[in-house]
């Protein structure tokens, strides 16, 4: 028996990563080590949302990429998939036959309150039905392995609501205990700023990627933006793009170089040079993990696939509960 099941009565935490693009520094920040951190205290799943990125993915060759570029970063960053289910969440079909019994108990307004789709119809798009659907999906993905906890950020509070009202329904229509009511985690995770001082995400393009080639890393970080005191004045570090970020990377660190803004005579370049350096110790040799785990791409499957097939042995439990609960058996 693996590590993973010798966990048993200990509280289950799961969380979904959509696989839309490369991760950057901000999601290496904001949700992957702080999530690798729960697996002292949780038995963890983590799996990769293919099918939820098809409401904003549409080429084929770039989505099979990011699933592998995600799981092969997860992996690379320390996610042991001995300790950790790590599966695809297209391996695990039992889902869309739980979406379908929730989707029966949800009223379409509560679906149309939703905020990814309100967005949509407030900037004039046509969305489509996959996006009205999104949460009755990651309801499915949480309440099909009886989750007690799911750590996510606060733009997912409302699904976790809506992920709370479906099972506590179900519960209710058809007997109580037949679905894990879930608790939201919404981590504290800070706010990453990206190159421009903005939030870092995808499609602001501000991001730091995570395995660039140093070179490329370092051009990156250079290009960070700042303001314009000379190399003697004294710099405020609180705000700056720059010591956040490395407050963020070198917590430890942080108070000198502070000090060393704050007093003058260290300028920017000082300060960028320092940040890099401090991602390049945290992160080299992730990279170098990263790049042998992508490579090879059949043993990378492989751990995904394994991970799928004691996903599945859960969802089969789950969903014969349901069945039998709803009347189907
Ligand atoms: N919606 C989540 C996001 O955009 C991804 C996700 C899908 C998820 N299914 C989930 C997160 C289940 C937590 C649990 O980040």
Redo the contacts with the bound molecule.
């Keep these: 028996m693996s590590t993973w099941d010798n966990l048993r009565p200990v509280k289950t935490s799961?969380?979904?990563?959509?696989p839309t693009h490369l991760p950057h520094l901000g999601n290496y920040l904001g949700a992957i080590r702080p999530a690798l951190s729960l697996v002292e205290e949780y038995r963890t799943l983590y799996?990769i949302?293919d099918y939820?990125a098809l409401t904003s993915v549409r080429e084929a060759a770039a989505l099979r990429g990011y699933i592998r570029d995600v799981a092969a970063t997860w992996l690379a960053c320390g996610l042991d998939p001995d300790r950790t289910l790590l599966y695809r969440?297209s391996d695990v079909p039992q889902v869309f036959e739980l979406t379908w019994v929730l989707s029966c108990l949800l009223a379409t307004g509560q679906l149309e309150r939703g905020h990814a789709y309100k967005d949509a119809v407030a900037r004039g798009e046509a969305p489509s039905a996959g996006l009205f659907n999104?949460p009755v999906?990651?309801a499915a993905?949480?309440l099909l392995y009886d989750?007690d906890v799911?750590?996510?950020?606060k733009?997912?509070k409302q699904?976790l609501e809506l992920t709370r009202d479906v099972a506590q329904r179900l519960n209710h229509v058809y007997g109580e205990g037949t679905l894990v009511v879930p608790e939201a985690l919404i981590s504290e995770a800070p706010l990453v700023p990206g190159t421009d001082g903005e939030k870092m995400s995808k499609s602001r393009g501000n991001g730091i990627p995570l395995f660039a080639p140093p070179k490329k890393l370092r051009k990156v970080i250079m290009g960070i933006k700042t303001t314009s005191e000379t190399l003697e004045d004294p710099k405020a570090a609180e705000g700056s793009t720059v010591y956040e970020l490395y407050a963020l990377v070198a917590p430890d660190r942080a108070p000198e170089m502070k000090k060393q803004l704050e007093a003058g005579g260290y300028g920017w370049g000082h300060a960028k040079q320092d940040l890099y350096e401090a991602i390049e110790a945290e992160l080299g040799p992730k990279r170098e993990a990263y790049l042998d785990i992508r490579a090879d791409e059949p043993r990378l499957d492989a751990i995904l696939h394994a991970g799928a097939d004691r996903a599945r042995a859960i969802a089969d439990h789950t969903m014969a509960r349901v069945r039998h609960a709803v009347g189907i058996e």
């Excluded at 799911?150 to 950020?153: A, E, I, L, M, R």
């Design positions: 799961l969380t979904g990563i959509k799996f949302a939820h969440q999104y999906l990651m993905d949480i989750t799911v750590p996510v950020g733009d997912q699904h």
